[in-house]
């Protein structure tokens, strides 16, 4: 079964063909992410968050977004929906972007493109390309699949697991190999690491703010580093809530064009 492993419940960091070198308090390191991926992506049966992203580039120059992100599991630890609608700047207002996660196969991706009136397929080769011109890609919101990285536990401390990731096939992908660093008290995945195949590392997301919400360990605040380019993508999460009974037909084409109100609309 594919499952995915993402670095948050939006954006996250998993679990068939792991290695099994590594032990830690009786654990194997299949467990630990494991237990990372259910606690990072799978807080309450759904969820919905208000997001403000700031980019900056290498010049210090600062873009805004707001977007309201909504989230339901189609089935517990595997498939799940996403729904992303953009408020700011005026000129992505409207725009929604939708995915279908699934299992054994690749994600379902589609972009509403309003000025143009258009909805546009997101194939699986750009899946590594940038999310809304941010420093996050198309992958960190839907999620990377389990079996696609044979996993490594290659060292740890008293407060973190270091996990090394080696994707089983360089298609699609640019990076050589990353690490995440998993917490011990929750295991809650906060930092990742990218390496280039000169063993260059070029990309770190961080969670900047864990907080508790609904008895969740929540990431409030992240950040994407581009350490070749100098720029960086903050977001930060409010108004966070799980368990909000979201209708599975919001997660439709239907919607793309009709945003649904209830839960989009801000007062």
């Not at 792991?18 to 032990?23: E, N």
């Not at 992410?33 to 919905?48: I, P, S």
């Not at 600062?62 to 700047?89: A, N």
Request: with cysteine.
């Amino acid at each position: 079964m594919l499952k995915k492993f993402c670095l948050s419940w939006v954006f996250s960091f998993v679990l068939l063909g792991v290695s099994f070198s590594g032990y830690s308090a009786g654990l194997t390191v299949s467990q630990i992410v494991d237990k990372a991926n259910k606690v990072a992506y799978y807080a309450g049966q759904d969820g919905m968050a208000d997001v403000h992203m700031v980019i900056t580039d290498s010049q210090g120059r600062k873009r805004e977004r707001e977007f309201t992100i909504l989230r339901k599991d189609v089935q517990d630890g595997g498939e799940q929906k996403f729904y992303v609608y953009f408020y700011k700047p005026e000129d992505v207002r409207d725009m929604v972007y939708m995915v279908w996660k699934h299992l054994g196969r690749d994600d379902d991706r589609w972009l509403y493109l309003p000025a143009l009136d258009l909805v546009r397929r997101i194939a699986a080769s750009d899946k590594r390309s940038s999310f809304v011109g941010s420093h996050f890609v198309y992958e960190d919101v839907s999620g990377r699949g389990i079996d696609e990285d044979t996993h490594e536990l290659v060292s740890q401390d008293d407060k973190y697991y270091k996990i090394k990731n080696v994707p089983k096939s360089k298609k699609y992908v640019e990076f050589a190999y990353y690490y995440i660093w998993i917490r011990k008290d929750n295991f809650m995945p906060v930092k990742a690491e990218y390496y280039d195949s000169q063993g260059k590392k070029y990309r770190v997301i961080e969670a900047l703010k864990v907080e508790n919400i609904q008895g969740y360990p929540t990431i409030t605040e992240m950040k994407a580093s581009d350490l070749n380019t100098g720029g960086n993508t903050v977001i930060t999460y409010n108004k966070i809530q799980y368990d909000i009974n979201l209708d599975d037909n919001i997660f439709t084409e239907r919607f793309l064009r009709k945003p649904p109100l209830k839960w989009i609309k801000r007062k």
